[in-house]
């Protein structure tokens, strides 16, 4: 067992999006190697429904796949296909944009006003970049949950982890994307494939992995009681980038730590990245937005 080192401990940045919502950027728009096969993700956590009711207006793709996991609230979505859906807590939307797709979502807080989930794009290779459109919509009572003896809690939304398969099924990047919570002060190695990119993401509690500073205290979503109050540092969200290696140790604090553990195999081409459009040349960026003015950006209807 090789046990995988920190190449990078990235705090979020606050950045604003769509008609004005207001989200937490944890990387995008520039580290596509690093993290390739990914390309983004943000963290749309939020307790005042005027930093995100105005929402994701309609707005293209094309490309990639978003991998939309909520939390707490709800959002609502639409596309130029005609599907229709709303995500509540829990729920996960796989969609890939493929050949080109237009969509909005609208993001809708509980009853308390809140509004959490992540966003996570996965680049598509050369041979699908003008795949046909799809989605895979997965209800909460189907992905998977595990508790170890030790408390260790995991939701396995894509791959496999500790014999389990998640529900997300054909996806280009073959990534694993599970949500693990770690007791207080246990102490956990965790199994990737060494030929894997992988990144934690840490949305709850805190903790410490192998070379990383300090634990950080970040918002804490109570699991076990939902209408607990969130005890939280904004500022404090925090990713850790993994060097290679087959394995990763996290200790987990004294209020145990929750975080998103995902990993892909890399595809290794050649990114050109114009806002939600991803190709593989400037050309069939410049292409796609010829298509889009004129009309002709839609090829399954």
């Not at 054909?170 to 990144?199: C, H, M, W």
């Not at 996290?250 to 209020?255: F, L, N, R, T």
Request: glycine share 10%; charged share 25%.
């Amino acid at each position: 067992m090789s046990l995988r080192g920190i190449k990078q401990i990235i705090q979020t940045t606050p950045t604003i999006e769509g008609a004005g919502v207001k989200l937490e950027r944890a990387f995008g728009f520039g580290k596509t190697k690093e993290f390739d096969p990914f390309l983004l993700l943000d963290d749309f956590r939020n307790e005042n429904p005027e930093d995100y009711r105005a929402g994701f207006p309609w707005h293209p793709h094309r490309g990639i796949e978003t991998i939309t996991y909520v939390l707490a609230g709800s959002v609502e979505h639409g596309d130029s296909l005609g599907n229709r859906g709303e995500m509540g807590a829990g729920d996960v939307q796989w969609m890939t944009a493929g050949s080109g797709i237009l969509h909005q979502e609208m993001p809708k807080g509980d009853a308390r006003g809140r509004m959490h989930g992540f966003q996570l794009w996965a680049n598509l290779p050369a041979s699908l970049k003008m795949s046909d459109p799809r989605y895979q919509d997965i209800p909460a009572s189907a992905i998977p949950e595990i508790t170890d003896d030790d408390g260790t809690r995991v939701r396995v939304i894509c791959g496999e982890f500790w014999g389990k398969r998640g529900p997300v099924e054909g996806v280009a990047a073959d990534p694993n994307y599970v949500d693990i919570s770690v007791a207080p002060g246990q102490r956990k190695r965790l199994k990737i494939e060494t030929t894997r990119n992988a990144f934690a993401y840490v949305f709850a509690g805190a903790g410490r992995f192998r070379e990383a500073s300090e634990p950080r205290a970040v918002l804490t979503e109570q699991a076990a009681e939902p209408s607990a109050e969130p005890v939280y540092d904004a500022r404090n969200h925090s990713l850790v980038l993994f060097d290679r290696g087959d394995e990763i140790v996290v200790q987990a604090g004294d209020e145990g730590i929750r975080f998103l553990l995902v990993s892909g195999k890399p595809i290794e081409e050649p990114v050109a990245w114009y806002g939600p459009i991803v190709m593989n040349t400037k050309e069939e960026l410049r292409q796609a937005m010829a298509e889009l003015q004129a009309g002709d950006f839609i090829k399954k209807r």
